[in-house]
Nanobody, 118 residues
C-alpha cells in the first residue's frame, strides 16, 4: 500500500521556521521525483519545490526561493522541506507528491497545515 505521510506543520510566527517531512512507503521511493505543493482555499495547487530522484537537482517557486530548501534521504524514504523566514502568505496546506513519469505513477500525501501568524 502506497503511503505518503506528511508531518511537521503547525503554527509559527512571521519570520520563524518550520521543517516539513514526508515519509514514503509502498513504492520504490528512490526512483521517484518528489515535490512539495501547497493549496489555499479556492486556489489552485501550487508547486513549491521539487527534487529529482537522486537528489542532485532541485527547483523552487519564485515566491520561496532563498527561504525554502527541499532535501531527500533515499535510505530513509523521506523528503523534507525546510522553511525559513516564513510569511503570512505561506499559510496554507502543504502536500507531498511523488512522480514517476515513465511509469505513469503519481501519489499524493494527505497534507499538513502550516499557519504563519502573530
Amino acid at each position: 500500500q502506497v503511503q505518503l505521510v506528511e508531518s511537521g506543520g503547525g503554527l509559527v510566527q512571521p519570520g520563524g521556521s518550520l521543517r516539513l517531512s514526508c515519509a514514503a512507503s509502498g513504492f520504490a521511493f528512490s526512483s521517484y521525483a518528489m515535490s512539495w505543493y501547497r493549496q489555499g482555499p479556492g486556489k489552485e495547487r501550487e508547486l513549491v519545490a521539487a527534487i529529482n530522484s537522486a537528489g542532485g537537482i532541485t527547483s523552487y517557486a519564485d515566491s520561496v526561493k532563498g527561504r525554502f530548501t527541499i532535501s531527500r534521504d533515499n535510505a530513509k524514504n523521506t523528503v523534507d522541506l525546510q522553511m525559513n523566514r516564513l510569511k503570512p502568505e505561506d499559510t496554507t496546506v502543504y502536500y507531498c507528491y511523488a512522480a514517476h513519469a515513465l511509469l505513469g505513477r503519481y501519489y499524493w500525501g494527505q497534507g499538513t497545515q502550516v499557519t504563519v501568524s502573530s
